[in-house]
């Protein structure tokens, strides 16, 4: 039974009732109560859980103690929101990197690598910033060697601006508005306003670009893996030296790039099925 959707409890005994649901357990109701927050764009009060799910008041405030001690959850600055936690998130990230998906992934970077001849990699939204799943290198000179685990900034990223472009204005705002966007490069986009124009060009092209916005001297094109339902968290790259990569070499590598993502998608569909 779904922990989400236990039946009404007992008023004369709410709690209680919650936990001797048939079918149900502690540990059940909390992996349910994560999976609720985690599958939804926003942040939650005690009262929104209370009003969405059928867990007493009581009981979902001791549960989001717990899973806020545990670094599942967390609050928001003003202590009143809770969102995904920084261990929930490295979870999540150790899911992606490791899954049994890996070798069929990394498969078709091999094939992609073989038809542009330049660095290919998958990655994910992780908070601000877009985490490496995999990656293949070039024989070429002059690399730009970023291993799997590495991090870069949303916001100069090819990947990250597309992620980006998924979310409302709002969102984005709620994700890159705590800190100053840090320039990396003279081309770094620091501005919300200026990032925002560029994330409208992107959500229009169905492609980005970061053309030396992270490292000087480093050109990369991405596109999202498709999803059928919901927004992706996956994407696909190129990325190559300046002298070996322009706007208009790029866009010759595009059509190479989604069918990458095509296939990727038609691994990760295949998961679910």
């Known amino acids: 039974m779904n922990p989400m959707k236990a039946s009404k409890p007992d008023p004369r005994s709410t709690e209680d009732a919650a936990a001797n649901t048939p079918g149900d357990t502690p540990t059940m109701r909390l992996l349910g109560l994560l999976e609720f927050i985690a599958e939804r764009d926003r942040l939650f009060t005690l009262q929104d859980l209370v009003e969405e ?3 007493p008041k009581p009981t979902l405030h001791r549960m989001l103690q717990q ?6 959850l967390q609050r928001d600055t003003n202590g009143r929101h809770y969102g995904t936690g920084s261990r929930l998130r490295r979870l999540a990230e150790n899911v992606l990197l ?7 992934r990394h498969a078709v970077l091999r094939t992609l690598l073989e038809e542009v001849g330049e660095n290919c990699n998958i990655t994910a939204l992780s908070g601000d910033e877009v985490l490496y799943l995999d ?14 685990g590495s991090r870069v900034p949303a916001h100069c990223s090819a990947s990250g601006k597309l992620f980006l472009a998924q979310l409302s204005a709002a969102q984005r705002m709620r994700l890159l508005g705590h800190t100053p966007l840090t320039r990396y490069t003279k081309n770094t986009l620091v501005e919300i306003d200026q990032l925002e124009i560029e994330i ?18 480093l050109f990369c094109i991405a596109v999202l893996v498709p999803r ?3 927004k992706s968290n996956m994407g696909v790259a190129i990325q ?13 590598c595009l059509p190479a790039l989604q069918r990458a993502a095509q296939t990727l998608a038609n691994i990760e569909a295949s998961e679910s099925n």
């Open 53 to 55: 799910t059928t867990l």
């Open 67 to 72: 899973l806020e001690s545990s670094g599942m």
């Open 98 to 104: 490791n899954d049994s998906h890996h070798g069929a």
């Open 135 to 148: 990656r293949v290198e070039t024989a070429a000179p002059l690399r730009f060697y970023l291993q799997p």
């Open 200 to 217: 409208e060009r992107v959500r229009a092209n169905g492609y980005a670009f970061d053309n030396e916005e992270f490292l000087p001297g």
């Open 228 to 230: 059928t339902e919901g």
């Open 240 to 252: 190559a030296p300046i002298m070996r990569m322009t706007p208009d070499k790029a866009l010759l």
